[in-house]
């Protein structure tokens, strides 16, 4: 399973990284908003669990709710993506 975290806390994305890591997952860190729809675009994930979407607001992106992003990036809304927005 392939996984894109989405989160602009640096030691919170290493965090989880590794944790998932650890549990066998292949995961791919992006720490922006619009670099995650970037490599939501271009990479096919299996989830993608984000961070709050007032954290998007502070680097200077658009908040967006789940069901926005997989719109935007095309994922289906089976339940994969995660995080508060």
Sequence with gaps: MRILIIEDELKVAEFIRKGLQQEGYAVDVAYDGQEGAYQAETFDYDA??????????????????????????????????????
Excluded: F, I, K, N
Excluded at 54 to 66: F, I, L
């Design 48 to 85: 993608a669990p984000r961070s709050h979407a007032s954290a998007a607001s502070r680097v200077g992106c658009p908040p967006q709710d789940s069901r926005t992003q997989a719109e935007l990036t095309g994922a289906d809304l089976d339940g994969s993506w995660l995080g508060g927005g």
